[in-house]
């Protein structure tokens, strides 16, 4: 038996984090870690103590027929980057790796080039993670140096 990469450990990880989502659409997991050490995770979900697509069953931007990556603000859910970062302290993300994952509902398929969302972006650079590990093949990985999105955001500011 082949022991998994690292990225590959954590990516599994993330995968099985995404099982928990409540979204119809997409399920994604988030794990952070330093120094080999699990931080927090997170993943899509309704804010606590509130309803969710999967109890409510329908999605707003489903039914709207709205494309992913637009009007997030349609969507009940708080990111699986947004969650995994609320669970963690500051001090214990600075120079660490976020693992993120991304599952269609339908197929149960990886989602296809993934990128965290522009917002999550800036939550992400403000917790002091210093890198971002996406899934880019069945066993392939995108390793993202955040330290880029901070160069991007003053060069070209939303």
Known sequence: MKRPS???????IARAVAMRSTC??????????????????GYNGAPRQTS???????????????????????CRAVHAE??????????????????????EVETGE?????????LCKRVIINA???RVILPDSPK???????SDWIIEERIHPA
């Open 6 to 12: 690292k990225s590959q450990y954590y990516i599994d």
């Open 24 to 41: 119809l659409r997409r399920r994604f997991g988030a794990v952070i870690v330093k120094n080999d050490q699990i931080i927090s995770t």
């Open 52 to 74: 969710n697509c999967v109890d409510l069953g329908y999605c707003t931007r489903q039914q709207l027929q709205i494309p992913a990556g637009q009007n997030y603000e349609l």
């Open 82 to 103: 947004m969650n995994a970062i609320i669970h963690a302290a500051r001090l214990d993300m600075a120079d660490s790796d976020l693992y993120l994952v991304g599952i």
């Open 110 to 118: 990886l989602v296809s080039q993934i990128m965290p969302c522009l």
């Open 128 to 130: 002091g993670v210093t």
């Open 140 to 146: 392939g990985f995108k390793y993202v140096d955040v």
